[in-house]
Every structure is written in C-alpha cells, then in structure tokens.
C-alpha cells in the first residue's frame, strides 16, 4: 500500500469518527433533523471513494458519510445538511444528511437519490445502461484515458427489495459498467439478518449470470483498498457489471432517532472490529511514527470542530426558498409550427406519435425508446413503435424484461448522462409497480437537487377503456398520477396535439408523463372519428398547459349556457352530445389537453361566462382528478354560478368488466352526457 494513500485514507477516517463523535457530544444541537453516520463502515467507503474519478457516477446511501468525505467534500459540506441550511450544497436544507446530489466538475457526479433503501440501484443501473448506449452511439468522451463506470452503494438488508432484481437482471442481461457495493452489518433497524434475509447479497448474486461477486472484509482498509482496485480496473476495461459484499460493524445507531442500546446485543462483537485500530495499526507497519498518527487524529478534530462550529451559524432557508426548483424552465411556451399543412393526408392518433418519434431519433441521437415489445419483432402491442426498430437499431430502440419499475426508474440515469429516453408502460394498468420510481425518484429529483438534477424524460401510457380489455386493461389513472408533484402530465383527444405535445415534452427539460388513450389510436369507436388529424409539420410544437377552447360561444340573456371541462376521449362525448342536443351554440367545450400544468385561466373565464359547468371523465369520479376540479371550479367561480358544478364519470366500482354490456354500463358516453347536460341545463 503507497504511504500516500494510507495517510489520506487515515485521515478521511479519522474525520468522518471525529463527525460521529460530535454528533454524538452534541445531541440536543444536532438531533433536530434525523442522521446517520458511517462509523464502522469508514474503511470499505474511503477505499471505495479514494479511487473514483470525476467522470465515474456514484449513488451512496444514507450512512456514506465518509465516502463523500473521500470524494473531496468538507465536512463543512455535509454538516450544512446535518442543520437543513440554505447553503447545503446537495439540496438547499430540503432532505436528510448525507443524501447527496453533487454535478462539481472536479468530484465524481451524484445524481439525487431518495432515502436510498435500495431505490437508487435502478438510476444508477441506468446510468451505466446510458453510458454503455453512449459507447455505442459514438457519443461518449473520446479525450478520457479511463472509462467511466457507475457505484452504487446499498447496505446488505436493502438488498431483499424487489426493485434491486431488476437492476441486477438488468446489467448481468447486457453486461453493464457497474460496481454495486453491499455494506453488510448484520442489521435492518431493529431486525438481524438471520430474521430477514434468506442469504447475504454476495450469495444472491450468484443467482444473475453475469454478475460477478466477491466478499471482502470491509472493516479492514488494506484489504478493501486492493480488492476494489481489482474490480474497478476490470469494469473500467471490460465494462461489466461486479458486485462487492463488504462485511462492517455498524458502531453507531442505526440514526439519531433509533439508538442501538435499544435493542442491540451485539455491542461488544461489533467493537472488536472497528475499522479504526485496523488501519492505525497498518499506519505504524508502514513507518508512520506514533507522533505522525496523533498528529493526522488532532488536525481531523480541530477541523471538524472548527467546521461544526462555522455551520452553526450559517444561514437557515427562508419562505420564499420553498417554491424554488420544482421544474426547470422549459424553452417551449408558444405554439409553433404548421398544425395543419395543406395537401397533408388525415392519419389516425397513433401514427401521429409515431411519425413524432420517429423525427426526433433522426434529429437527436440521444433520443431512444424502450419498453415491452416495443423492439423490431412487433413494434408495441398497438403498433405505435412499429418499424422504429428496423430504422434506427436494436441499441436505440429495445424490449425490456417485464419490469415497470426499471422502465421507469431508470430514465434517471438515462437522463443524468445526457440523453432523453422515451420509454412506454404496456397499459396504464401495468404502471403500479413503477409508481415507486416515479414518485420517489423521477418527479422529486430536480427539486430536493435544488435544481441540479431535472430528469428529462417522457413515460407514454396507452390507457382508457376501449373493446372489453377487461379489468387488466381497460384503467384510467390519471387521478394518482395528479398527486404527483414534479411531472408534466397530458392527456391529448386528437393525433395533432398528441404529436405537437410529443414535440414539447422532448424539449422540456422536466419528466413528462403522455396519457394516450387506446380508443382514440384508431378511431375505431363510433364518434371518434374528430381524433384523426391532418398530420402537423416537423416543427409543430403545441406547449403545455394551453386549454383549447371548442364552439367557443357568446354569452346569451335568457338562453341557459354551459362549460364543459374534460380531456382525451371525454372531449369526444361531449362534442357529440351538444351535437345530437344541438346546442352547440349554447355549449363551450374545453379540452385541457394538459392536466399539469393545467390552464386554469381559460376554464374559469368559460364558467364565470356561461354560469354552468359540467366536468367529464372517464375515472370513476369519487375522489377523482375531476371532482377535485369541480370543487376548484366551484370555489373560485361561486358567485358566477347558476347551479352546481357537476361531475360525469365511471360507475365507482373496483374495475372495469370484461363483459361487453357491463362495460358499457360502467364508463361514460355521449347518451350519458347528453342526459347530465339536459339535467344541468334545466336547473
């Protein structure tokens, strides 16, 4: 071992105990926000950190405080976190300590993770996934001597999470630059391993060929240093995937908020394999002299104190630092481009996207898509991939495993690299098991990063009923997807808005989420027919949050009007019921086409105009994105109002039915319509 790279990784060592110690002497001060340290685990993260480079990708967890340490941040740094200060360089005082988002030139980059019990491995898989694409498309950095690879860092009992099988599954399946570093103490909170976990994560890892695996002693510096050197040199060169199980004591509580003399019986084993008199000892068995060790101990203490101290009095965040952050500013706010060329042929909605992707992957190599069966074989189950394949490559266009959760998530890493996935969830049905990433990972990144880390990302959802597709197929969602803060979410009822909004969710910085109802793709459902469009020019951008105002109407004495409010195929219902009442003198339309941002400007002028207001939906409409609207409507325009705003939508029953009749009673349509406009009318 160099004698520089003991001396450093002692030093790091001492910081990061020195930290745990004055957390520990200064409770009541720091305990207001809840911490964890690394003390037992510093050996196996600074031997990790010492050895990353700033093009390498890293996901530490939440007791990585000495791994950052390593990457060349201050203690100064981390305790800005520890106290939720303004200045906190990863999130500006909005999440826990050592829950780091770091884009410094000079240190490795670390995208936001959340609280890191095994989430982060599905970003971090996608970024080695987007880097192993760069390679592929020419578009990597051709100046660096070493290649990147990506870290991510688990502790053992996270490993027993679903969603790490589909990382793992992931890179053994196309061999990807990753090291996962598993830092087993033998701990879940309060429950042991032999309580939650069938085998350690170095004997799971045997079961993904293609996955590599040793298992170190991480309590010991020398050991972990060369070992993961090693490993490192063999993903930077071959670019596969390695996972490391390191074995540590956890000598502090598992936080501040759980102390170990709780329910810890194992005090005493763990102390005995402190990390700290390992490396102290190697120090001395490579010359250091006793003065030299106390020397290095002294100045870790006096800089954390000093740094403890200065951090004290930093400045906390004020109100108005709240709404800073949630999205990036998008470049798209005006509608552009030809949305009707002359001598343009009609095509049906889904071709209208198709057509979009397909112009921006000639445009944009960093353009992909990938999802189930969206590969060559079939183009996607609705056909709306259908020979993307075959034009631009199995690298650029690919089946997934049956794994919503990766789908999702990983357009975290994708992003972070510097490339916009387009990825598609098979039916809206389906998207439940990738809620976690998408709530958890996709639309809090660029807020808790304080803006550092926007993923820029669009996730298509074939949805709606159509054709009996039954129970597994036929869900609207729209209404749990509103109560995501941090995504764009539209939901277009034509194929030229679905393409000019495709357009403007590829150049939005921010994750957009595109509700395409199956119904609308063919305009096979009677009535549907006004879903087809002439197919927009290649500029056509339609911006988000732009409500479009249909039979837009005068306001009439002693003729009663209405506002209908609805999106997607609920705009179709109502245009036919005003057409079969014929009132369409008396009925203004509004398709919102976005629900967020949502034009809210356009939907109140149209109700405080016409004094009534209907509110259509597909989703059953207890608790609903729509009865919510109602209420908004409700509040704001009471005063306008000559009768309630009222709400139209599916049965409130737990699915849709697979039998043609009883889907047909369950969901909307234009008799229905029809009937609650007579019945608002007439009020």
């Not at 884009?103 to 670390?110: A, H, V």
């Not at 988000?544 to 609920?570: H, R």
């Not at 608790?623 to 409700?634: D, E, P, V």
């Amino acid at each position: 071992m160099k004698k520089d790279i003991l001396k450093k990784g002692f030093s790091k060592l001492c910081t990061a105990k020195a930290m745990a110690e004055l957390y520990e002497a200064n409770f009541k001060q720091v305990s207001k926000y809840v911490h964890a340290t690394s003390r037992g685990h510093e050996a196996i993260q600074i031997a990790l950190g010492l050895q990353l480079l700033p093009q390498d990708y890293a996901f530490p967890y939440y007791r990585d405080d000495a791994m950052l340490l390593s990457f060349g941040l201050e203690p100064y740094d981390l305790m800005l976190q520890l106290l939720a200060k303004k200045d906190d360089p990863f999130s500006g005082g909005r999440t826990y300590y050592a829950h780091p988002s770091l884009r410094d030139d000079d240190k490795p980059k670390i995208p936001h993770q959340s609280s890191a019990t095994g989430m982060q491995t599905i970003p971090a898989t996608g970024v080695a996934m987007g880097m192993q694409y760069k390679e592929l498309q020419g578009l990597d950095d051709k100046t660096l001597k070493d290649l990147p690879f990506v870290v991510c860092s688990l502790g053992d009992a996270s490993v027993t999470e679903g969603e790490i099988a589909e990382a793992f599954q992931m890179a053994a399946l196309k061999q990807m630059p990753i090291l996962y570093l598993v830092q087993d103490n033998g701990w879940d909170i309060s429950a042991n391993a032999a309580e939650t976990r069938a085998q350690n994560a170095f004997e799971y890892a045997q079961g993904f060929k293609g996955l590599d695996a040793i298992s170190i002693d991480g309590a010991n510096f020398t050991e972990s240093y060369e070992a993961l050197e090693k490993v490192i040199e063999t993903i930077r060169t071959e670019r596969r995937p390695f996972l490391v199980h390191a074995k540590v004591p956890l000598l502090n509580h598992h936080t501040s908020g759980v102390r170990m003399e709780w329910y810890r019986d194992d005090l005493e084993e763990a102390r005995s394999r402190d990390p700290y008199p390992v490396i102290k000892q190697q120090l001395l068995d490579n010359g250091f002299t006793s003065e030299e060790i106390e020397e290095i101990e002294n100045s870790a203490k006096t800089k954390v104190q000093s740094d403890f101290e200065k951090a004290l009095l930093a400045e906390d965040p004020k109100p108005e630092d709240l709404f800073t952050n949630d999205f990036v500013p998008t470049p798209i706010t005006e509608e552009k481009g030809t949305r009707s060329p002359e001598g343009a042929d009609k095509v049906v909605m889904v071709d209208c996207a198709l057509f979009a992707v397909e112009e921006l992957m000639k445009k944009h190599k960093e353009c992909l898509l990938y999802g189930q069966d969206v590969g060559g074989r079939l183009g996607g189950v609705f056909r709306e991939a259908a020979t993307l394949a075959q034009k631009f490559g199995d690298d650029r266009v690919f089946n997934t495993p049956i794994q919503e959760a990766f789908i999702v998530g990983s357009t975290v890493g994708m992003s972070a690299v510097g490339l916009k996935p387009i990825v598609e969830v098979q039916f809206a049905d389906y998207i439940w098991p990738g809620l976690n990433q998408l709530f958890t990972e996709v639309s809090r990144s660029c807020y808790l990063s304080n803006g550092k880390w926007p993923v820029s990302m669009i996730l298509r959802v074939p949805i709606g009923a159509y054709g009996s597709g039954g129970p597994y197929h036929s869900s609207s969602v729209e209404s749990v997807i509103t109560n995501i803060r941090g995504i764009k979410i539209a939901y277009p009822s034509n194929g030229a808005d679905l393409k000019g909004l495709m357009k403007a969710a590829y150049y939005d910085p921010n994750p957009v989420v595109i509700l395409e109802h199956k119904g609308l793709y063919w305009s096979k459902v009677k009535g549907t027919q006004g879903a087809t469009s002439v197919e927009p020019s290649e500029d056509y951008v339609l911006p988000f949050g732009k409500a479009w105002v249909l039979q837009e109407i005068w306001k009439q004495e002693n003729v009663e009007t209405l506002t209908i409010v609805t999106y997607g195929m609920g705009v179709h219902w109502a245009m036919n019921a005003s057409e079969e009442l014929g009132m369409q003198d008396q009925i203004e339309v509004i398709d919102l086409r976005t629900l967020f941002p949502l034009d809210e400007d356009t939907i109140m002028k149209s109700v405080k105009k016409t004094g009534k207001c209907l509110v259509v939906t597909e989703e059953p409409s207890n608790n609903s994105f729509a009865r919510a609207l109602s209420g908004k409507i409700q509040e704001e325009c009471f005063k306008f109002l000559d009768a309630p705003v009222m709400t139209i939508g599916s049965e409130n029953m737990p699915a849709i039915p697979l039998n043609s009749i009883l889907e047909e009673t369950m969901i909307p349509s234009s008799e229905k319509v029809k009937d609650k406009i007579e019945m608002l009318l007439s009020y």
